[in-house]
């Protein structure tokens, strides 16, 4: 089953923060964070494994609460660069291999 | 950098036609992918392949089958297209489950 992915879609200034929440009903053994700017192929931002760990990537960070099965992706004093589809997948196998994604996200960020 | 390409960006097939969508990725890698992207519903695993001649099924392998013959090619076949099968079709490739490097998307209409 797909991870649930909220919100479906966000509208930010430039410089503004958002929360992208990743959920799933089965136990996750990590979440894998992708973006996709229009048009072009999805990009690798991170990967968060189980441990509660918080990671980042320039003013993107994100978490993984393995015990809520969730993982949510904090986009910090957002630039317009970061306008695209952003995707979570999540790893149900442990062998991170396999991933099944979210419907995805649209974030448009605007001057 | 890691280049995966796609025969074709765009495809027009007609109903009953047999089609073949190929994936290559020059950086070895030992996983390969091909997911489908509809608007609305993310993207969705059809098959994955962890070696050569390996395959397994996806979470939407109906009407689609896989050949991988040597390990940088990687090809989708629909045996009979139908019209529910356009769509934007991407191929990745993985090492050992960590990124994904995703290839430009061929973007196929049956008719």
């Known amino acids: 089953q797909q991870p649930v992915q909220s919100p479906q879609a966000v509208i930010l200034r430039e410089g503004e923060d958002a929360v992208i929440n990743c959920s799933s009903s089965k136990a996750l053994y990590s979440v894998h964070w992708y973006r996709q700017k229009h048009g072009e192929a999805p990009v690798f931002l991170m990967i968060l494994l189980k441990g509660g760990e918080q990671k980042g990537h320039d003013k993107i960070s994100a978490s993984f609460n393995e015990k809520k099965q969730q993982s949510s992706l904090y986009l910090t004093a957002s630039q317009l660069s970061y306008s695209g589809t952003y995707f979570c997948g999540t790893d149900l196998t442990g062998t991170a291999s396999k991933l099944t994604f979210g419907t995805g996200t649209r974030l448009q960020v605007t001057l | 950098d890691v280049k995966v390409t796609q025969s074709s960006r765009y495809l027009v097939k007609r109903t009953g036609e047999k089609v073949f969508l190929e994936c290559v990725q020059d950086?070895?890698?030992?996983?390969m992918f091909w997911y489908r992207q509809d608007p609305g519903l993310g993207l969705r695993l059809i098959y994955f392949s962890y070696d050569v001649k390996m395959k397994e099924k996806g979470d939407i392998p109906e009407g689609y089958s896989v050949s991988r013959e040597k390990k940088e090619r990687f090809s989708l076949i629909l045996e009979s297209a139908s019209t529910n099968q356009t769509s934007m079709y991407l191929c990745a490739s993985s090492f050992r489950g960590v990124e994904q490097f995703f290839g430009p998307g061929t973007r196929l209409t049956v008719l």
């Open positions: 950086m070895d890698h030992e996983n």
